[in-house]
């Protein structure tokens, strides 16, 4: 393979959710009356169409998770936290007038501010 390729896991990671996403269009249509996409053409096709989709869709859910865990990809990637929330994006001030002013970004007390209320 080419220097920066993903590899044969990549290229299986790949294929498998292209021709499991066409084989979904497929029951889709057919469920639903809608067009189909094209038939397979060549071994390939036929063989991740007509064997390889069917057989992972009987495996049960705990054997697919195990055999993703076990195979070396971004799917193996744990993702960091969510980051800490920092309020709304603009929020309403009453100024010593008594006029409504928008501010926008963080409030004034979490940014350590003295806020005249």
């Known amino acids: 393979m080419a220097a920066g390729s993903p590899g044969f896991f990549g290229w299986?990671?790949?294929n498998s959710e292209h021709y499991l996403l066409v084989?979904?269009?497929?029951?889709?249509?057919?469920?639903?009356?809608?067009?189909?996409p094209r038939p397979p053409k060549g071994l390939k096709e036929l063989f991740w169409?007509?064997?390889f989709a069917p057989?992972?869709?009987?495996?049960p859910w705990s054997l697919?998770?195990?055999?993703?865990?076990?195979?070396p990809g971004s799917h193996r990637k744990s993702w960091a936290p969510p980051p800490r929330g920092?309020?709304?994006?603009?929020?309403?001030?009453?100024?010593?007038?008594?006029?409504?002013?928008?501010r926008y970004g963080t409030p004034p007390e979490e940014q350590g501010e003295k806020h005249d209320g």
């Not at 007038?97 to 928008?102: L, P």
Request: glycine share 6%; charged share 20%; proline share 6%.
């Open 64 to 71: 697919r998770s195990r055999i993703m865990r076990a195979m």
């Open 55 to 59: 057989v992972y869709a009987l495996l």
């Open 12 to 14: 299986l990671r790949s």
């Open 86 to 102: 920092l309020g709304p994006a603009a929020f309403p001030q009453i100024d010593r007038a008594g006029e409504v002013a928008i």
């Open 49 to 51: 169409l007509r064997v």
């Open 23 to 36: 084989a979904a269009h497929r029951k889709l249509a057919a469920r639903n009356g809608w067009p189909a």
